[in-house]
């Protein structure tokens, strides 16, 4: 069964950075695009980060263009958000999901997306 697991979420001070991870198993998404979303206390889940099926384009939110930087290795069926200049308005569980179409470039649309892991939370304190 296909399964994403986030990790590296934490408590960190207002600009520090974290790493998150999205590990993937049960099945290989190296032909999916992948992305983070996030989800704050009372506020709906939004895009974050997409990146390509191949690495190759990458699409962030405003709120965090210049800041966060998505990446994959397929090899390790993994992708990453570095996060950086972090501030407390970043607070919020972070999940990653995987597209339902193979071979598409960044997708920032939540209904887009078939599998998701199971969040990990990330609290910047200020």
């Known amino acids: 069964q296909a399964q994403l697991v986030e990790s590296g979420g934490g408590l960190v001070q207002a600009g520090g950075s974290l790493r998150l991870s999205c590990a993937a198993s049960?099945?290989?998404?190296?032909?999916?695009?992948m992305g983070w979303f996030r989800q704050a206390p009372g506020k709906e889940r939004e895009p974050v980060a997409s990146i390509s099926w191949n690495g190759h384009n990458t699409l962030y939110a405003d709120s965090v263009k210049g800041r966060f930087s998505i990446s994959r290795d397929n090899a390790k069926n993994t992708v990453y958000l570095q996060m950086g200049s972090l501030k407390p308005e970043d607070t919020a569980v972070y999940y990653c999901g995987a597209d339902k179409i193979p071979y598409r470039d960044y997708v920032m649309d939540l209904g887009s997306y078939r599998y998701w892991g199971q969040g990990t939370q990330v609290t910047v304190s200020s």
């Open positions: 049960g099945r290989t998404f190296s032909t999916y695009a």
